[in-house]
């Protein structure tokens, strides 16, 4: 059976081959597309943010991770405006409350509002992800485009100085700005920033190095175009996709480490709130049972950290030019 | 390779330099004398203190001082235990500490690998999803988040594990697992993606073709090849559980080096916090130093003296 359908095909394929040139003229059907029409592109062009977009969106984890975040982000807008009470406000006769209609995540060691606090945190953290994450890239863009650009001696000296900086250890160096400058919302920013730039920066200059040898930037040079404006034009466009993957890296990374850093009693201060705060309050809360105090910052700090990581995985997928169809 | 090394280890000892100095410094800018929130002592009292711990000295002769110490593994004085001396505490906190990070980094690097190969093995299985969903999970949860609910679940309400001091195998199941949950989902991943890589080799192939056995092919030819990337995140992660352990041995009340740190840190004791820091970053870019030489004797594909770029 098998066998006869293959011998079928072939010999009507063949058919068709030698008898193309005797077929009757209805048989052809004029091309409608004619004179400028003919040279039009049929699939529509997209951008590389447009193809990149398609991309993601087929992604079923990275869009739960992106949806996560928007939803999670509008909460940190809109969450202490709607809760019913205070985040700071104590109420001494409702102290250590479980969940309830009233108090929607409970109360929590001093009678504050879980609910509130929970947003109110996310502010915090979610701030001092994108402020961190902000800063490391305007200086990493700034720093790196340079060395990458400028090569030679430039880029030695200043690779030399990263190196160096690179072996920091990260955290150490930050617990020891923090015990210096005391803990706060805009010292723990500083702090994270200090050294954090300089993975961006490594990664602006690798990207920076291998595109300005490519042809349209030769070509931009050829016309006369000011180096500031190869950089802007031609460079950085390029470059964003890797920048994007970074920064989806550096957030969680800078979200993590106030965390951190705050459960150690070196991020924000009483009376406001942020996820490592709470989670450190809840730590002593869960051995009584007041497991709520614990649960609500944990989880939303995993939450956290999970939709950034899927997207960071979703986008790397969708903005590596080499995955293009 | 031998120009390479020394480049590499003149940057540590810039870096080893750069890390006493900073620290040096910016503990002496930190506000206030470390005695004036103690005890209401009296002037001389305070002197005699400033005296002791060469505080009254010009700050060069007091960095030359503290530079000299560090060169002969002199870290200084503890300032709220009076009569201990950061070497003390070293002693009696960092082999507790590096044990317990030598275990987490071993069963890190043991159970990531692992995970990481199954799931590279069966690509788009159901134990490729659960080995990811663990990744996934593993560097969602942050660590002090993880040794709470283990705490939580195992030790109170099902009361298997013992937790508080470091005395029994048992006790150091749980606070390992906490440590070991991030750098293994992080290996996982790694490990998974550069086995997916290797595994579409020509060299594997061949393997194939030769008729090796499925097991020798993949620990010979794929696994060695596969682990190279991993080899240069150790010393990133020896970092992270470094660090890790600080809240760690701070929630499971275990008396290693991080504990001592915290302490330090809530107490402001200047002198730990700076022996401590100069001492565990002098650890950690020794580690980095290694592992990238490790890494170039790995791989001869790499020739280490190329320049970079």
């Known amino acids: ?325 | 390779m031998v120009k390479y090394i020394l480049r590499r280890f003149v940057a540590m000892i810039v870096t080893l330099w750069l890390i006493v100095t900073l620290t040096f410094f910016l503990m002496h800018l930190a506000p206030g004398s470390p005695f004036n929130q103690e005890r209401n002592t009296s002037a001389s009292v305070q002197e005699n203190l400033m005296e002791h711990y060469q505080l009254n000295k010009p700050i060069a002769i007091q960095y030359v001082h503290y530079l000299n110490n560090i060169l002969h593994f002199d870290f200084g004085e503890s300032i709220t235990l009076p009569g201990q001396t950061v070497n003390d505490l070293l002693s009696r906190g960092f082999p507790v500490s590096f044990e317990l990070g030598m275990l987490a980094l071993l069963v890190a690097v043991i159970s990531g690998i692992i995970l990481g190969v199954l799931a590279a093995l069966k690509h788009n299985g159901i134990i490729d999803y659960i080995a990811m969903t663990i990744a996934v999970i593993g560097i969602s949860v942050p660590n002090f988040i993880m040794a709470t609910l283990l705490i939580q679940e195992l030790a109170v309400n099902w009361a298997i594990f013992p937790t508080a001091t470091w005395a029994t195998p048992m006790h150091a199941v749980l606070p390992t697992v906490a440590l070991a949950t991030g750098p293994m989902a992080i290996i996982a991943r790694l490990t998974r993606s550069s086995m997916l890589e290797v595994l579409t080799q020509d060299y594997i192939r061949t393997a194939k073709a030769k008729g090796l056995s499925p097991i020798k092919i993949i620990v010979k030819h794929a696994l060695r090849n596969a682990l190279l990337p991993v080899v240069t995140l150790l010393g990133t992660l020896t970092a992270g559980i470094l660090t890790g352990s600080f809240v760690i041995e701070k929630i499971f009340a275990i008396p290693g080096m991080g504990k001592y740190f915290v302490d330090s840190i809530n107490s402001r004791d200047y002198f730990v916090i700076m022996g401590t820091t100069v001492f565990y970053s002098g650890f950690l870019i020794i580690m980095l130093f290694l592992v990238d030489i490790a890494y170039g004797v790995l791989d001869p594909r790499i020739k280490l003296h190329k320049k970079e770029g």
Do not use: C
């Open chain 1, 1 to 325: 059976m098998g066998l006869r359908e293959k011998n079928d095909l072939m010999s009507d394929e063949g058919h068709t081959l030698t008898s193309l040139s005797e077929a009757p003229d209805h048989l052809f059907v004029a091309k409608k597309r004619m004179g400028k029409e003919a040279e039009a592109v049929v699939r529509p062009s997209l951008t590389y943010w447009q193809d990149a977009w398609n991309r993601l969106r087929k992604n079923k984890l990275a869009m739960t991770g992106l949806v996560v975040l928007i939803i999670l982000i509008l909460l940190a807008i809109f969450g202490p405006i709607i809760s019913l009470h205070s985040a700071t406000k104590q109420v001494f006769t409702d102290q250590n409350l479980p969940p309830s209609k009233t108090y929607w995540f409970g109360t929590d060691a001093l009678g504050r509002d879980m609910f509130a606090r929970t947003w109110y945190g996310a502010r915090i953290s979610l701030f001092v992800g994108f402020m961190a994450a902000f800063i490391d890239l305007f200086i990493g863009v700034i720093y790196g485009g340079i060395s990458g650009y400028k090569g030679g001696k430039v880029d030695s000296v200043m690779m030399r100085i990263v190196e160096i900086l690179y072996g920091l250890p990260y955290l150490l160096m930050v617990i020891l700005l923090l015990v210096v400058m005391g803990p706060g919302l805009s010292t723990i920013i500083l702090a994270l920033t200090v050294t954090g730039w300089v993975g961006m920066a490594r990664i602006v200059r690798g990207q920076v190095l291998q595109i300005k040898n490519y042809e349209f930037v030769l070509a931009s040079k050829t016309f006369g175009t000011k180096t500031m404006k190869i950089i802007r034009k031609n460079l950085l466009p390029n470059t964003m996709g890797t920048i994007i993957v970074q920064m989806t890296l550096t957030i969680p990374s800078a979200i993590f480490s106030e965390a951190f850093l705050s459960f150690l009693g070196l991020g924000i201060q009483p009376p406001y709130a942020s996820w490592g705060m709470m989670a450190n309050d809840g730590l002593s809360a869960i051995l009584t049972g007041f497991w709520w105090e614990l649960f609500f910052p944990a989880f939303f700090i995993s939450l956290t950290m999970y939709a950034f990581n899927v997207l960071g995985d979703g986008l790397q997928d969708a903005l590596d030019p080499k995955l293009r169809r």
